[in-house]
């Protein structure tokens, strides 16, 4: 299984950018898709995250501007993010819950990061 995140790069403050994450490989099931950012210095975060039941839940500072969705035909999960702020700017992850064709469990996975800069 991989994860391919995309969708990062320069925007200025007030700005948008979409991430996506596309999984890839044997996948039976997707249990659970996030996405986590990891500014300079500091500890991954969860930003986002979405179940295959549909609940979703945000980090308290990015709600009202961030969006996280899913399409399942296509097992990618997106960001939209919106009036992005320099506080922003970090490496975001994605993250999956996935059960294999090979597995009788979820199994965590872990995209390579899309860095983020929102300029002042």
């Known amino acids: 299984v991989q994860l391919q995140a995309s969708g990062g790069g320069l925007v200025q403050a007030g700005g948008s950018l979409r991430l996506s994450c596309a999984t890839s490989?044997?996948?039976?099931?997707?249990?659970?898709m996030g996405w986590y950012h990891q500014a300079p210095g500091k500890q991954r975060e969860l930003v986002a995250f979405?179940?295959?039941?549909?609940?979703?839940n945000y980090a308290d500072s990015v709600k009202g501007r961030f969006t996280i969705s899913r399409d399942n035909a296509k097992n990618t999960v997106y960001l939209q993010m919106n009036s992005l702020k320099p506080e922003d700017t970090a490496v975001y992850f994605c993250?999956?819950?996935?059960?294999?064709?090979?597995?009788?469990?979820?199994?965590?996975?872990w995209g390579q990061g899309t860095l983020v800069t929102v300029s002042s």
């Open positions: 979405t179940t295959s039941g549909g609940y979703i």
């Open positions: 490989g044997s996948i039976f099931s997707i249990h659970y």
């Open positions: 993250n999956a819950a996935i059960q294999t064709h090979r597995s009788t469990s979820p199994i965590g996975y």
